[in-house]
């Protein structure tokens, strides 16, 4: 008996799923972002928390204040 395959055998690409938290922090950072004079710090905080996934207080102190000693 012949059958035509339809295809369910086939592996299917994985569905990529961004977790609620990330979105959460990309709202946040582009809102930091669009405000005036914030640019900078937005995207250091987000190469330190959402890129580099540092949470520690002196990796977030150092973006938020590259010129303190």
Sequence with gaps: ???LDSGAN???PPIKVTPVSTNILDEFFNALANEEGLGEVASRLRKVI???NVFAEPAIRAALFPDAP
Excluded: F, I, L
């Design 50 to 52: 959402a890129q580099d």
């Design 10 to 12: 086939q592996s299917a």
């Design 1 to 3: 008996m012949d059958t």
